[in-house]
């Protein structure tokens, strides 16, 4: 009864507090003051973006390369995130680094997974007072971009290419503005000599990959101790929705130059928070992504330790097909590596130990993406979408596919 009236009185004063909590204004302007812009290095947008002590960023990578900027970073203090004088509401901000400076940046302004209700003539305002806001930035006049889902295009917008002062691109989901469901708003701003596949999709004229299959094998590293891994894997943070199959698909697709983001993959799949516990779930999650994307899925497996197996699918129902033992399954994760492709693995966690032994949740359902192997030592290498710390880890084969439900490839068919 005691420890009942404490949690009571803990979480009312919990809740007074962040009651009382003023938003931290943030505007995000400084990182679109182009040309002046992409001069920016890390330290001074970590300089620039700290408030006294508190940083209203978290870096996303160790080699500080990637950060974002949240309205949620701290649990009882919201930061206001805005851009063009506080006109514009953003959601987040995912900032790149290359080369030492600033490359490119990516504004969530709207997005149904973080603000459930915005009136058709709100979503209107934010796309047009970005767009206005962009061509006087840029001096340049914009380029009308349709929606057309049959070539794997499925947002519309303007971009805007500029020599002297960047590119930026302005889209939201197919007939936000003609009536339909108001999905998402994002802005991307990058510098003229942008680095990356990211950066590349944002002049990429149709859809799919902005990259050539051929060229993957080209990331591949291949270390002295036996490491061989696809080296330049895109990082991002999954955050508390869940989202641990639209989150490696974003890593995979932005690895390929296709440009989506979690929002948008999450509003295409109808994903949430329970599907990371299913793995019969993620395949049909994933399934729904492919042909939009002009990607094919390849199931390796699904099941379980002793019942992993390949399917048949037929109709959009699975079924159990011939067995998948270690063996192949190891050929597997070395034949796609070898390609330049990454593996996306739902596996049971807790089960078996990772090195280094850095996990954001104890136990149950997850996919991550495997990114590399090492013979020497019998194991996979992989990484897992929780940001900076992340980025690089192992597991012995053996234990990878005694705790597999899953094994896919998404692979670019557009090239």
């Known amino acids: 009864m005691l420890q009942n009236i404490c949690a009571t009185i803990c979480a009312f004063i919990a809740l007074s507090a962040s009651a009382h909590a003023e938003a931290i204004p943030c505007p995000l302007d400084s990182l679109l003051e ?25 870096w996303l990578t160790k080699d500080h390369t990637r950060a974002k900027i949240g309205r949620r970073l701290y649990g009882n203090t919201t930061i206001d ?32 997974g973080d603000v459930k209700n915005i009136t058709e003539e709100d979503f209107a ?48 989901n197919e007939k936000a503005m003609e009536g339909g469901d108001r999905e998402f708003l994002r802005l991307r701003a990058a510098r003229p000599d942008a680095e990356g596949s990211l950066a590349a999709s944002m002049t990429h004229r149709r859809g799919g990959a902005a990259v050539r299959l051929r060229d993957l094998p080209d990331n591949l590293v291949k270390s002295d101790n036996g490491d061989v891994f696809i080296g330049n894997m895109p990082m991002v943070d999954q955050g508390d929705k869940g989202y641990c199959v639209v989150a490696s698909t974003q890593r995979a697709f932005e690895y390929y130059g296709i440009g989506a983001d979690m929002h948008q993959i999450a509003q295409i799949t109808e994903s949430d928070a329970t599907t990371g516990t299913n793995p019969i779930l993620m395949a049909k999650e994933l399934d729904r992504i ?53 593996l996306m693995w739902a596996l049971l966690l807790g089960r078996f130990p990772e090195t280094p032994q850095v996990n954001m949740q104890n136990g149950g359902g997850h996919m991550r993406l495997i990114i590399g192997y090492n013979d020497q030592t019998d194991e996979i290498i992989f990484t897992d979408s929780w940001g900076a710390g992340h980025e690089f880890k192992k597991m012995k084969m053996s234990h990878a596919y005694q705790a597999s439900l899953g094994l896919f490839v998404l692979k670019p068919t557009v090239h």
């Not at 987040?92 to 990516?106: C, P, R, T, W």
């Not at 057309?148 to 500029?162: C, F, I, K, M």
């Not at 330790?305 to 048949?312: C, I, R, S």
């Open 34 to 58: 182009a040309p002046a812009n992409w001069q920016m290095t890390p330290e001074e947008f970590a300089k620039k973006f700290t408030n006294g002590e508190n940083a209203l960023f978290v």
């Open 290 to 342: 492919d042909y939009r994307f002009k990607t094919r899925l390849d199931i390796i497996g699904l099941g379980g330790p002793g019942k992993f197996t390949e399917v048949d699918k037929k109709k959009g129902e699975y079924y159990v097909g011939k067995a998948v033992d270690e063996r192949k399954f190891s050929k597997k994760i070395h034949s796609y590596v070898d390609d330049g492709l990454p």
């Open 81 to 112: 995130l805005s851009l063009f004088g506080g006109e514009v509401p953003v959601q987040e901000a995912i900032v790149d680094f290359a080369g030492g400076k600033l490359n490119l940046i990516s504004f969530s302004i709207y997005n149904r």
């Open 125 to 172: 305002a934010r796309f047009m007072a970005s767009g206005k806001a962009m061509a006087k930035i840029l001096s340049v006049k914009p380029r009308r971009k349709d929606a057309d889902p049959q070539s794997g295009l499925l947002t519309a917008g303007y971009s805007w290419y500029s020599r002297e002062n960047g590119i930026a691109l302005l889209e939201h």
